[in-house]
């Protein structure tokens, strides 16, 4: 590795380590765990996917889609079903991409990555509105213009440094800067210990300390099916996005089956489950992190603030750590896509909205399921308007359908609309050179259609079949002569 990328990739890791410590901390407490799990959740999973995941730069933790997922469960058995949990999760997510399905990414349109981008960019600004709380209580007063000062200062540091040097991630020289501001000055702000203290020792092996029957299967396999479900989503529409920045190419079925390894190590070790992390992510790509490394030294030092520094680090003023997340929900917002709202089809627009929305209000897989299911209407309902007809009568009599367009489940309607066997001659010739099948209801229209013309003592002749049809009506049965 190059000193250049070698030095890039150690500072994208040092200012990545500082933006996952109040994340994790943050989603550890609203899933009622100790905020050690979230950091031991971190340390564990942004490592092993760094080293051996198939997307470098791409930065994993305790997520908060994850966190929200499991909060029922904790509070109604307990820590130890959650570590169960992130286990069987984790081993769902392996063989997910052991079997390769990480290509099924693909499958999801354009339109809905946007939105749920945008929509994670929403989330990511209004968590750091909690940190303007002091309790149930918004800060007012002179804390208020304090901590809105201090975010400010950073986010301008973070806009304006880049203009002066790149030699260091802005985000860094925010953090750092307006940290020792606040220390030197001895400004009354919060800090990352007011948070939570984060010192602690080494994460220890221990299977879970539950019962291993069927009944706690049952209990623990539905969350951890949306837990995986959530998980995988979330990692590889993050993967997508590292993919666009980066301008090169990931491997999704790698990444998989490395986060379920590492899911599986964490819960294993105490710690919670986690994914990747698109806030995180953009703040490394950021900042110059491309390599593995990047991700690796933002993991280790994780481990090292618990072990080592914990003194240091929660003296960082919450206000730095909420300006750069700040910057970086702007960042990850897709504005294009504002740009681009009285250009593109209204279908496609609102899919964007409605997977903005739904990722604020309900959570990410139900918003990714919710676009898809939009989108592939509206795909079936465009397919099914372009089928078309032509027809003329030939000099012998006999009437030729040409067929254009794709026959599936909802284009069966309009393709027998097309016929008119009452008022056809005797003989009818359906010529399909450029009609494709798709579906068993695109046999059975065919075979209805026949039958149509059977009843009202006429032959219809199908022609220009591609081998793939003959293949569907040979085995349902239909003749095709």
């Not at 540091?157 to 802005?170: D, E, G, Q, S």
């Not at 990747?276 to 690796?296: D, E, H, Y």
């Not at 909205?353 to 990722?359: D, E, H, P, R, Y």
Request: glycine share 10%; charged share 15%; proline share 5%.
């Amino acid at each position: 590795m190059k000193p250049i990328r070698l030095r890039a990739d150690v500072l994208a890791g040092l200012t990545t380590s500082f933006a996952l410590l109040p994340e994790c901390i943050a989603f550890a407490l609203v899933a009622h765990l100790n905020p050690l799990m979230g950091l031991y959740g971190a340390f564990i999973i942004c490592t092993l996917t760094a080293l051996f995941g198939g997307r470098p730069g791409m930065v994993s933790g305790a997520a908060g889609s994850m966190a929200v997922v499991i909060v029922a469960l904790v509070v109604q058995h307990g820590v130890q079903y959650l570590l169960a949990t992130v286990l069987l999760g984790g081993l769902i997510m392996m063989v997910f991409g052991l079997l390769r399905l990480g290509k099924l990414v693909r499958m999801v349109p354009h339109p809905v990555m946007l939105g749920f981008v945008n929509g994670l960019a929403i989330i990511i600004a209004l968590a750091q509105l909690e940190h303007f709380k002091n309790g149930e209580d918004w800060l007012s007063g002179t804390p208020l213009y304090l901590m809105t000062g201090l975010v400010l200062l950073t986010m301008a540091i973070v806009y304006i440094l880049p203009r002066l040097t790149r030699a260091v991630p802005p985000a860094l020289v925010a953090i750092l800067g307006v940290g020792l501001l606040v220390y030197l000055c001895g400004l009354p702000t919060r800090t990352l210990g007011d948070m939570a203290h984060i010192a602690g020792g080494l994460p220890t092996f221990a299977l879970p300390d539950i019962p291993w029957t069927w009944e706690t299967l049952g209990i623990i396999a539905p969350y951890a099916i949306l837990m995986a479900l959530v998980g995988l989503l979330e990692t590889l529409l993050t993967l997508n996005l590292t993919d666009e920045i980066t301008e090169t190419r990931g491997y999704p079925d790698r990444e998989c089956v490395a986060l379920g390894a590492a899911n599986m190590v964490s819960g294993a070790f105490g710690g919670m489950g986690g994914c990747a992390m698109i806030g995180q992510t953009v703040i490394n790509l950021s900042s110059g992190g491309r390599g593995r490394l990047s991700g690796v030294v933002a993991g280790v030092l994780i481990l090292l603030f618990i072990l080592f520094l914990s003194p240091l680090i929660e003296r960082i003023p919450l206000a730095a750590l909420v300006g750069v997340m700040f910057v970086v929900s702007q960042q990850t917002f897709a504005w294009a896509s504002l740009r681009v709202l009285n250009k593109v089809p209204f279908n496609d627009v609102l899919v964007i909205i409605a997977v903005t929305t739904i990722t604020v209000f309900t959570d990410l897989a139900t918003a990714v399921l919710c676009g898809i299911i939009i989108a592939a209407l509206n795909f079936a309902w465009q397919q099914a308007r372009e089928l078309y007809a032509d027809e003329h009568l030939e000099a012998d009599g006999s009437k030729l359908y040409r067929l254009h367009g794709t026959l599936f489940f909802a284009s069966t309607t309009p393709f027998l609309n097309q016929f008119d066997p009452a008022n056809d001659p005797a003989r009818v010739t359906l010529d399909c050179r450029h009609l494709s099948f798709v579906d068993y209801s695109a046999i059975a229209a065919l075979k209805t259609l026949r039958e149509r013309y059977e009843k009202a003592g006429k032959h219809l002749q199908v022609f220009h079949l591609s081998e793939r049809c003959k293949k569907l009506l040979k085995r349902a049965g239909v003749a095709h002569d």
